[in-house]
């Protein structure tokens, strides 16, 4: 396997597969296909964006590449290293470099413990016996979050959603780590203090050089933040593309409905609403052929005989991927045409 030098995370065919039990004897009678058959890369010093409507399988693979749930198949390569095939306790020095913000702040915390020993745990975990180095380490941690040293001995309860978030962070930051899987960071708070936490992500991801697997439901929250976006469907990985190209020039039609629903602040501005008819199928019996055909409003005949694969589409600085038979790569110097918001006529 080649793995380019600015790659951190390589996943390959990442499949995380769920047996349902049921009747007396606990017996398997279906298999949920939360991830399957996952391709993404994710670079040094980058924020990737992975974005889909809930239970699409977008937090089942942030926690599959941590090992914090067992991957079924496939390969997640970090730095090299293929953390699939290690034991739990070959993946113990990866757990330093990686680690996880939690999407709920209120029930992440333990409402029992003072700030200074949830942000400590870790350290303590990891063998760091020094009181005093402890100390200075969670005082450090919190202290880039905008927190003080009289915060350490406070409760959760003591504190308000955003303030909660920032201490979220602070204990994925205490082990310095070069990777972070931010899962929903912001979807749990208010509307106003969501910037706030997404420009301190940002700040702390340029300041510490940190590698950042961002996941959220909605496209408004990736669209200041992410270098790139991958979106995903009913397990799978549809798109792929830098921000500004996404954003410019979406491809498939999964991402352009969710494109379609990010509010325009300039009322001169006007874009046609796609509507998704329905609920996503369930992963327990997923649609044969592209999972996206009984809710697309371009479906043909063979979308729902053939699985699409994930092509570039050769945009002309970027890798452009895109799972659509109606979408093929384009003859070089044909230039694609692109899908902004037009004014109002
Ligand atoms: Fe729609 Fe067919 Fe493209 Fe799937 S392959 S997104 S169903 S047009």
């Keep these: 396997m080649k793995h380019s030098n600015d790659t951190l995370v390589d996943i390959r065919n990442l499949k995380v597969y769920f047996d349902i039990k049921g009747g007396l004897l606990k017996r398997t009678v279906g298999v949920v296909k939360a991830v399957d058959g996952v391709d993404l890369e994710i670079k040094h010093g980058e924020i990737l964006g992975l974005v889909g409507e809930s239970g699409c399988g977008k937090t089942t693979v942030g926690r599959a590449l941590l090992r914090l749930i067992e991957p079924t198949d496939g390969a997640i390569y970090f730095d090299g290293q293929n953390l699939a095939a ?4 070959e993946m113990k020095p990866f757990r330093r470099k990686m680690q996880i913000v939690f999407q709920d702040p209120y029930s992440s915390l ?4 003072k700030i200074g020993d949830i942000v400590g745990e870790g350290l303590r975990v990891h063998g760091i016996k020094d009181a005093q180095e402890r100390h200075q380490r969670v005082l450090e ?3 880039m979050v905008g927190l003080t040293e009289e915060h350490m001995r406070r409760f959760p309860h003591e504190f308000s959603g955003g303030q909660r978030q920032r201490i979220g962070i602070a204990r994925a930051l205490v082990l310095r ?5 931010c899962d929903e960071p912001v979807s749990a708070l208010d509307v106003s ?3 706030q936490v997404l420009n301190l992500l940002k700040d ?6 940190l590698t950042l697997l961002f996941i959220a439901h909605d496209m408004s929250v990736v669209e200041h933040l992410c270098d790139r976006v991958a979106v995903m469907y009913l397990g799978k990985i549809v798109e792929v593309a830098s921000r ?3 954003f410019r020039n979406a491809q498939h039609p999964y991402t352009q409905a969710l494109m379609s629903a990010i509010p325009i602040a300039n009322p001169k501005v006007r874009r046609e609403r796609i509507i998704l008819q329905g609920d996503p199928p369930s992963p327990l019996n997923p649609p044969p052929g592209c999972r996206f055909h009984t809710r697309c409003r371009e479906a043909i005949d063979l979308c729902s005989q053939e699985i699409p694969p994930l092509l570039d589409l050769g945009s002309a600085d970027n890798l452009h991927l895109c799972a659509c038979h109606l979408r093929q790569p384009q003859p070089s110097g044909v230039e694609r045409p692109t899908t902004t918001a037009e004014p109002a006529v």
């Design 244 to 246: 500004e190209e996404l």
């Design 193 to 195: 203090i969501q910037s």
């Design 86 to 89: 290690l034991s739990q306790s």
């Design 141 to 143: 941690a919190l202290q």
């Design 177 to 181: 780590p070069s990777f972070i899987v």
């Design 110 to 113: 333990d409402p029992r413990s």
């Design 204 to 209: 702390l991801q340029k300041e510490l050089d």
